[in-house]
């Protein structure tokens, strides 16, 4: 079965501070993997997908497939970064698109 | 652009009734998909659709059933609600690259 595992609820930082937000997961094949942010107030919307390789809003996200991981990067933290982030799966374009727990960033002044 | 488009956005039910939550999308995307947000527990999928007429269970689908009434609409149904149903309920619906989301309803049952 697949799964989605983020290990921290809650990453606090300082502004331009870096921020690393940790996703792993399980599935036997070769899935599709993606960041979802949520801000306040606003509606869930893709960050970056691992299969375009691009930097969007200064964030990162590198594919592991050896240690089965997808983590999210920002060398320099911001304000506006404050958010909730998902890191979601899908093992076959038309199949179950499920996410992880969450992980709330925090950027303090 | 509309996009997907949730109804109601606030609801409020008593133990044991019913209510149906209705989500539209003009993208002409075919999957579609129904999740509860939880505190701590983050996105939990109930139903998805792959294509008008299928469906499939996701993590969470006791308690829930749903409708994929053509390829624009798929509506969540509770027949006899429980306050474990309390929740932030999602609908999103996805193309080729990406999944785009209801802006969500806010249910409490009592």
């Known amino acids: 079965a697949q799964r989605v595992t983020q290990p921290e609820k809650l990453l606090s930082v300082f502004k331009g501070a870096p921020v690393e937000l940790k996703c792993n997961y399980s599935y036997s094949g070769s899935p599709e993997l993606f960041w979802y942010v949520q801000y306040s107030r606003q509606r869930l919307q893709l960050l970056l997908r691992?299969?375009s390789r691009e930097s969007i809003k200064g964030f990162t996200a590198d594919l592991n497939k050896g240690e089965t991981s997808f983590h999210l990067k920002k060398p320099f933290a911001q304000e506006e970064d404050s958010a909730m982030y998902y890191c979601?799966?899908?093992?076959?374009?038309?199949?179950?698109?499920?996410f992880g727990a969450g992980t709330q960033v925090v950027v303090t002044p | 652009n509309a996009g997907v488009t949730q109804t109601p956005k606030f609801q409020v039910l008593k133990t044991g009734q019913s209510m149906t939550l209705q989500c539209a999308q003009d993208?002409?995307?075919?999957?579609m998909y129904w999740y509860r947000q939880d505190p701590g527990m983050g996105l939990r999928l109930i139903y998805y659709?792959?294509?008008?007429?299928?469906?499939d269970k996701g993590e969470v689908p006791n308690g829930y059933n749903v409708s994929r009434l053509n390829k624009r609409e798929f509506s969540l149904r509770l027949e006899s609600a429980a306050p474990s149903q309390t929740s932030v309920y999602f609908c999103?619906?996805?193309?080729?690259?990406?999944?785009?989301f209801g802006q969500g309803t806010r249910l409490t049952v009592v």
């Open positions: 993208m002409n995307h075919n999957s």
């Open positions: 979601a799966l899908i093992p076959v374009s038309w199949g179950k698109l499920q």
């Open positions: 659709s792959a294509s008008e007429g299928t469906t």
């Open positions: 691992h299969i």
């Open positions: 999103a619906s996805r193309g080729e690259i990406e999944a785009f």
